[in-house]
């Protein structure tokens, strides 16, 4: 929009050059008083905005991932507001069209890392084009924080080795010898065995006790590890390895533990796993950092 205004207002200004008609002149002021309004109309759009930082979920590196800002304005309207993270590593931005007052809106954004660890924020960049696009306008709100970037899950080059030996899941629980995943089928109970697993309605209707019998669901142990000494390239492919394996393992319904050079997880299922051993992951090379946040 921009360049065509300013097209127009050469071509306005070449034509009254021309032709010395006052009419012509009348309109070529209007427009390039436009163009000093419209940098002071630019700079009141960013005045009273309120951002909070909202964050991402999860964030991995060399991947987008979703990212959010809370902007509100106590008074007045807002326009074509673009946000971003200032000094920061962190690619990618998020717009919004227009800003209602007294209401705060959450604007979205797809965000790449170029790589894992701990990416230090340091504030927010707003910036305005409004109304005709001649001026860009600027202004940074000072947010300090940290954004924990996880290893890319990539492809696992390896398996990530035999499961630990001993009665795991339930592979060896006198508990669980009928298995706890999906319905099988019915059978007859057989003496001695568990009556917790007797169907009664069915067994009601047929006249005889039946017993739920449900598939198996073996459930093994990994403790994976990352060798000591890597470095460099060799020390991202090797994260991004465990993480993926992990997520496999874990996807799975298997737990899994993890062993540092520093510290080790125990072995466990589930997602809040994952994330552990994700935030783990990410901090690998950065141990003075972690000690600083902590």
Request: proline fraction near 5%; include cysteine; charge should be positive.
């Amino acid at each position: 929009m921009g360049r065509t205004y300013l097209v127009v207002t050469f071509g306005v200004g070449l034509g009254a050059l021309n032709t010395g008609n006052n009419l012509l002149y009348l309109l070529l002021g209007l427009l390039l008083s436009m163009v000093v309004v419209s940098g002071v109309l630019s700079e009141r759009c960013l005045r009273d905005l309120t951002v909070r930082r909202v964050g991402a979920d999860a964030a991995f590196a060399r991947e987008p991932f979703p990212y959010r800002w809370a902007v509100s304005r106590k008074a007045g309207h807002g326009f074509a507001l673009t946000l971003a993270e200032d000094l920061s590593p962190l690619a990618g931005t998020g717009s919004l069209g227009h800003l209602p007052p007294g209401t705060e809106v959450v604007v979205r954004a797809d965000l790449a890392a170029p790589h894992r660890g701990p990416v230090r924020l340091s504030g927010v960049r707003v910036t305005t084009t409004w109304p005709l696009g001649l001026f860009a306008k600027t202004r940074v709100f000072s947010l300090e924080g940290t954004l924990l970037v996880y290893p890319r899950r990539g492809y696992a080059c390896r398996e990530p080795g035999a499961a630990e030996s001993g009665p795991m899941g339930e592979t060896g629980s006198p508990r669980h010898q009928d298995g706890t995943g999906d319905v099988a089928g019915l059978r007859e109970l057989a003496p001695g065995e568990d009556a917790r697993r007797i169907h009664w309605r069915k067994s009601a209707a047929a006249g005889r006790l039946l017993k739920v019998e449900r598939e198996r669901e073996e459930r093994r142990t990994w403790k994976l590890a990352l060798d000591a000494g890597l470095t460099g390239e060799a020390l991202e492919r090797r994260c991004e390895e465990v993480a993926a394996q992990a997520h496999q393992l874990l996807d799975a319904g298997h737990e899994v533990g993890l062993t540092l050079p520093e510290h080790t997880l125990r072995p466990a299922a589930g997602a809040a796993q994952e994330r552990r051993i994700l935030q783990a992951l990410a901090w690998v090379g950065f141990e003075d950092a972690a000690r600083e946040a902590a």
